[in-house]
T-cell receptor, first 114, second 113 residues
Framework: EPEVTQTPSHQVTQMGQEVILRCVPISNHLYFYWYRQILGQKVEFLVSFYNNEISEKSEIFDDQFSVERPDGSNFTLKIRSTKLEDSAMYFC????????????FGEGSRLTVL | GENVEQHPSTLSVQEGDSAVIKCTYSDSASNYFPWYKQELGKGPQLIIDIRSNVGEKKDQRIAVTLNKTAKHFSLHITETQPEDSAVYFCAASKPSNTGKLIFGQGTTLQVKP
């Protein structure tokens, strides 16, 4: 069964450092997302990406965040200068249809900022 | 903005009993309502979904009901088993070109053997 894969599974970084989280969405999907989940809290939308551009972003997704699809398979989330409050589980998701279709989530990348 | 409220936050049932989790949504334009199960250390997995043109949907021991007028939807799990223990999230989405989901706060379900 096709799945969304994420790397790394866990990253520990110092405050102020840049972090890149990587995702390989399901191959025939066209819509890509990043969500985050702070420990014990709800899953929050960060950004959606379609046709090589951001289609929507939340208030959380400020100038410190960026996304990229550098080739035909990878989808990355970059945090330019990490803050303590960026510590969370980051989930990548992909979907075949943008308009209220099923989203498939990866297993997540846990980011710990010290 | 859009908001989804989910209750209860924790639910403990005996094996074999039923479990019900309820969600309300704020945006009447929402038309897609998935339920995700999240096991410890894993990503959310879709277990069932319902669209606004349907009032109820069932898949074996799991059912979802939708009341569009009241903007409520619920997950029903019958004959619960210990492996049903997990965190369950409801979500809502409205027609757009982004497919963004707004999640509820999650319900931790514990099924006691």
């Amino acid at each position: 069964e096709p799945e969304v894969t994420q790397t790394p599974s866990h990253q520990v970084t110092q405050m102020g450092q840049e972090v890149i989280l990587r995702c390989v969405p399901i191959s025939n999907h066209l819509y890509f997302y990043w969500y985050r989940q702070i420990l014990g809290q709800k899953v929050e939308f960060l950004v959606s990406f379609y046709n090589n551009e951001i289609s929507e972003k939340s208030e959380i997704f400020d100038d410190q965040f960026s996304v990229e699809r550098p080739d035909g398979s990878n989808f990355t989330l970059k945090i330019r200068s990490t803050k303590l409050e960026d510590s969370a589980m980051y989930f990548c998701a992909s979907g075949g249809q943008g308009t209220t279709g099923e989203l498939f989530f990866g297993e997540g990348s846990r980011l710990t900022v010290l | 903005g859009e908001n989804v409220e989910q209750h209860p936050s924790t639910l403990s049932v005996q094996e074999g009993d039923s479990a019900v989790i309820k969600c309300t949504y704020s945006d009447s334009a929402s038309n897609y309502f998935p339920w995700y199960k999240q096991e410890l250390g894993k990503g959310p997995q879709l277990i069932i979904d319902i669209r606004s043109n349907v009032g109820e949907k069932k898949d074996q021991r799991i059912a979802v009901t939708l009341n569009k007028t009241a903007k409520h939807f619920s997950l029903h799990i019958t004959e619960t088993q210990p492996e049903d223990s997990a965190v369950y999230f409801c979500a809502a989405s409205k027609p757009s070109n982004t497919g963004k989901l707004i999640f509820g706060q999650g319900t931790t379900l514990q099924v006691k053997p």
